[in-house]
């Protein structure tokens, strides 16, 4: 059975294969986020996040234009080359818009107002020369 998240990866600006994706539980949204969840800005930290989730990110960002900048695009594809990022099902989880809070948890970005949603793919970018240097 193939996880939503997979079919759309298929059609991400990366390309890869069509991943399927384990059940979790429903992310968690703007409007049931658990306390503690959104910093002092209204939007969750990134800190957690994988690089295969930021990779996925990095697609969903650049897919939906909230970002301007073609770093996103460039580490987006710098991180889904490295091994096993591609198919990793944060990876599909990233390109629908989902952030890993840790290995439980997820956040749907998508329930954030844009200007937010922004913020989110920003503060991700910024931890891209990290994630590049970590193996």
């Known amino acids: 059975m193939l996880g939503t998240a997979g ?3 298929a059609q991400t600006p990366f390309h890869g294969p069509v991943l399927k994706v384990p059940a979790v539980p429903p992310p968690m949204t703007a409007v049931n986020v658990a306390p503690g969840v959104l910093d002092y800005d209204g939007i969750p930290t ?3 996040a994988s690089p295969a989730n930021v990779a996925g990110l990095m697609a969903y960002c ?3 234009k ?4 073609t770093t996103v695009r460039s580490l ?3 991180l889904a080359a490295r091994d096993g990022v591609s198919t990793d099902p944060a990876y599909a989880w990233g390109g629908v818009g989902r952030l890993m809070l840790d290995h439980h948890a997820m956040f749907d970005i998508t329930t954030l107002k844009p200007n937010l949603q922004s913020a989110v793919c920003s503060r991700s970018a910024l931890r891209g020369p990290d ?3 970590s193996r």
Do not use: S
């Open 66 to 69: 909230l970002v301007r900048d």
């Open 62 to 64: 650049y897919k939906h």
């Open 46 to 48: 990134v800190e957690h």
């Open 7 to 9: 079919a759309a990866m």
């Open 76 to 78: 987006g594809r710098k």
């Open 131 to 133: 994630l590049l240097k």
